[in-house]
């Protein structure tokens, strides 16, 4: 077993479905899809042998919850988007590395279980990733749920969980987290046409979170979560969480090359495709502003008033 897991790519990447099922309807989504097809061929070309999915519309209450059924096959049906169409699908995951996760995930004081059911529903955003960036199933994949009452801590342990277990197999990993940036989204049906980001203030806070990435500043993205959160996230008890674990899982450090290959507007909400290459120039290391985790003690405080 190796002492660091090799993360070989990152991306960051939206959970709607409209790259997938209606590219041609609007400029800024066939944008969209062209670039979710330039990080499928990178990760064609990488070496990866396993592709870990974090998804924000995959909500969970009681824990942390890992896809671990091997052959998951089901049509998908997006809740708001259905008139896009359906998403059949045929996935092959990897149930070993999804056990060892859980494993992981509990001897760092987390709760976690696996599922493995026929017919288990697979969210939106995790299909439209695996159907554009792995498409033929060449990689087997993981999905860990976002659970909704997880602060930071919970998320950074999380995180290291997913390092314990790749360790562990010797993994070569391709880091994938389904989020957008604001999501703040139209509640009424618009033409394609008619997209665009739903506020200014929206876009302009966007295009400050792309400049981090594109400058390889994940580690400090993590950092500035809840500002973020503060600014263009609709208020719930879901904070930013996506930046807190994907720093964590590859390696709590600003040294990536970053990329962002599209950015445009998906009923309303920041749709950003990003990669993310581990580097060894770069920002350089962190900085804290709060405290390193390493096992959770179940501090949750999730009633406590402004807590993000």
Not at 74 to 79: G, M, Q, R
Not at 139 to 155: D, G
Not at 272 to 298: C, M, N, R, S, W
Request: glycine residues 8%.
């Amino acid at each position: 077993m190796s002492e660091e897991p090799e993360i070989v790519l990152g991306f960051y990447v939206p959970p709607h479905p409209h790259p997938l099922l209606a590219p041609e309807q609007n400029e800024g989504w066939g944008r969209l899809r062209e670039a979710f097809d330039t990080c499928r061929q990178r990760i064609e070309e990488s070496a990866a042998d396993l592709m870990l999915i974090y998804s924000t519309v995959w909500p969970s209450i009681v824990g942390h919850q890992i896809q671990a059924h091997p052959n998951p096959v089901f049509t998908h049906v997006d809740d708001d988007f259905h008139f896009l169409g359906s998403m059949p699908y045929e996935f092959s995951m990897d149930s070993e590395y999804a056990e060892k996760f859980k494993d992981a995930c509990e001897a760092r004081g987390l709760h976690a279980r696996t599922v493995a059911y026929d017919g288990f529903p697979i969210d939106t955003g995790s299909v439209v990733a695996l159907k554009l960036l792995n498409p033929d199933n060449r990689i087997p994949a993981c999905i860990v749920s976002s659970n909704v009452y997880s602060n930071r801590a919970e998320q950074i342990v999380l995180g290291k969980a997913a390092r314990d277990a790749m360790s562990e197999l010797g993994k070569k990993v391709v880091v994938v987290v389904v989020a957008s940036l604001s999501n703040r989204m139209f509640t009424e049906h618009i033409d394609p046409s008619e997209d665009r980001i739903h506020s200014a203030k929206d876009d302009e806070f966007n295009r400050k979170i792309l400049e981090f990435f594109d400058s390889g500043r994940l580690e400090d993205i993590s950092q500035l979560s809840r500002d973020i959160h503060g600014q263009i996230r609709v208020s719930k008890v879901v904070a930013y969480k996506p930046a807190w674990w994907m720093a964590a899982t590859m390696g709590q450090h600003n040294n990536y090359d970053g990329e962002v290959l599209a950015y445009e507007a998906l009923h309303g909400a920041g749709g950003a495709v990003i990669q993310l290459t581990p580097a060894k120039g770069g920002v350089g290391d962190k900085e804290f502003d709060e405290d390193d985790v390493e096992y959770y003690h179940g501090d949750r405080s999730v009633l406590d008033k402004g807590m993000l």
